[in-house]
């Protein structure tokens, strides 16, 4: 599976040559301003949850590519308001087949209101199975112990956890986290956007290591193979 990193919590994964991206925001984020948003492929488009920092490119992004946008039920709706009719509502505990595998939406500890302020519905991580592999992404949460029924559930290829702290867990919480998930590739999402969620990179990356995890924290724009 190739993961692309788009800024912030924004990054694709290409499996069975379909384009799978996630929380899409880019044209507000001042470290993604190399990123060029309309030639980003896509044929799903994943949100976690309501907030801007994870939904502001997605109207833009569905209207030009035609993907099929799948979250919770309340940002489907919303969506739907703004002319995204090709989507999938999902939530909490339920999983769904597309043609690329399986998507299961598991527990988010945060919260999602939607950029006007309508209800956003719950905030929800995501269990990814494909024919390549599988993979997690929690969306912004805290360290949870529900975490432990992914590690029981699927072995997972890589993992994609929040590390910025403040609004979500930081870097001591995500490597609790990744054991939980019994996974030891995490690639670091939601740190540096922002200044209270600036990080140490370096150390960020020795914490793991001496964890034995591999904290993989890639530059806006950059691919790697999973
Ligand atoms: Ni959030
Ligand atoms: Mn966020």
Not at 65 to 91: D, F, Q, R
Not at 155 to 183: Q, V, Y
Request: glycine share 10%.
């Amino acid at each position: 599976m190739k993961v692309t990193y788009y800024g912030h919590s924004c990054f694709a994964v290409e499996t069975g040559g379909k384009h799978l991206l996630f929380d899409p925001f880019i044209t507000p984020n001042d470290l993604a301003k190399g990123v060029k948003v309309d030639e980003i492929p896509a044929d799903y488009i994943l949100i976690s949850h309501g907030h801007e920092d994870h939904i502001a490119d997605a109207v833009r992004l569905a209207k030009r590519t035609g993907a099929k946008v799948v979250s919770n039920y309340e940002i489907i709706n919303w969506l739907s308001g703004k002319g995204i009719t090709n989507s999938h509502p999902m939530n909490i505990g339920g999983h769904w087949f597309f043609d690329f595998g399986k998507v299961k939406c598991v527990n988010a500890v945060h919260s999602s209101s939607l950029p006007d302020g309508s209800y956003g519905g719950n905030p929800m991580g995501f269990l990814i199975e494909t024919g390549e592999g599988n993979f997690y992404y929690s969306g912004d949460t805290a360290l949870t112990y529900d975490m432990k029924l992914i590690g029981d559930y699927k072995n997972m290829n890589f993992a994609l956890l929040p590390i910025g702290n403040n609004f979500t867990m930081g870097i001591d919480n995500a490597i609790i986290a990744a054991e939980f998930i019994k996974c030891d590739k995490i690639i670091g999402l939601h740190y540096d956007t922002f200044s209270y969620i600036k990080i140490d990179q370096n150390e960020a990356k020795e914490k793991f290591s001496r964890a034995g995890k591999e904290l993989h924290l890639m530059p806006v724009g950059s691919t790697m193979e999973f």
